[in-house]
């Protein structure tokens, strides 16, 4: 499956160095990674290349979602950029996928970079996904068309407030209100996200036994309970 990438090919790049491949959490996209993106390219040199994982951004919607699948996608992306081995980072969901890439493709990694997750299942906030998925659906994006994006921001902003008490992850959230002619939608396929979190995201799966022996970070938010 091919998805949506920005990368920082107009930065100078060092050719002999590992690109970096950086993947988004649930509900994210490529954006929140941009001028990061660009930050990483212009102090390491390296080329940085930001995903949208499938079911958000401008990627491809579709029914099957894993951490399986991501994994897999970010390996066909690797392969279709002729790119051996890369640096592979990722934020919470996509912390998990490039953890999983890296069990089943240790060729592929040459060092892995975990933000804000861990295989372990240790946050509340994951149990609490269902009510926050029921408040962004039961909003009648219908009866907001027409109206500028900014004022149907407010407006749903208000009513999620009922699941998300934080301003700012609402507001993160709100980012994936976006308008397509004049009909406000989802940017993410929230179906699919739904029906698949807690069949397949919740819990992280080892793949076998396999083990990535590589050189591997995990960075943890001060106030975040992802990562104890």
Same mark, same amino acid.
């Given at each position: ?14 050719? +002999?160095?590992?690109? =970096? =491949? ?14 990061? #993106? ?15 994982? /499938? ?27 002729? !790119? ?10 996509? $912390?998990? @996928? *490039? ?35 029921? @408040? ?24 999620? #407030?009922? @699941?998300?008490? +934080? *301003?700012?992850? /609402? ?47 995990? !960075?943890?938010? $001060?106030?975040?309970?992802? !990562?104890?």
């Amino acid at each position: 499956m091919s998805f949506k990438v920005a990368d920082t090919a107009i930065l100078p790049v060092d050719p +002999d160095t590992k690109p =970096i =491949i950086i993947m988004h959490g649930l509900l994210g996209s490529k954006n929140n990674w941009n001028s990061l #993106a660009k930050q990483f390219t212009g102090k390491r040199k390296k080329k940085v290349f930001v995903v949208d994982a /499938r079911n958000h951004g401008d990627s491809p919607h579709t029914d099957v979602f894993s951490y399986a699948h991501l994994a897999e996608d970010v390996k066909y992306f690797l392969e279709t950029e002729s !790119i051996a081995q890369a640096d592979v980072l990722g934020h919470s969901m996509g $912390g998990r @996928a *490039m953890m999983y890439l890296a069990l089943a493709n240790p060729h592929l990694v040459s060092s892995l970079i975990v933000v804000d997750i861990s295989p372990v299942g240790v946050s509340p906030t994951l149990r609490h996904m269902s009510g926050l998925f029921d @408040a962004m659906k039961s909003v009648n994006l219908d009866e907001l068309s027409g109206q500028p994006l900014h004022a149907v921001r407010k407006i749903v902003d208000k009513a999620l #407030a009922t @699941a998300v008490d +934080d *301003m700012g992850v /609402r507001q993160f959230i709100l980012t994936n209100l976006k308008l397509k002619g004049k009909q406000i939608i989802w940017q993410c396929n929230l179906d699919s996200l739904q029906t698949q979190f807690f069949n397949h995201m919740i819990n992280f799966p080892q793949p076998g036994e396999k083990t990535y022996g590589g050189p591997t970070l995990f !960075i943890g938010g $001060g106030r975040s309970d992802f !990562i104890r």
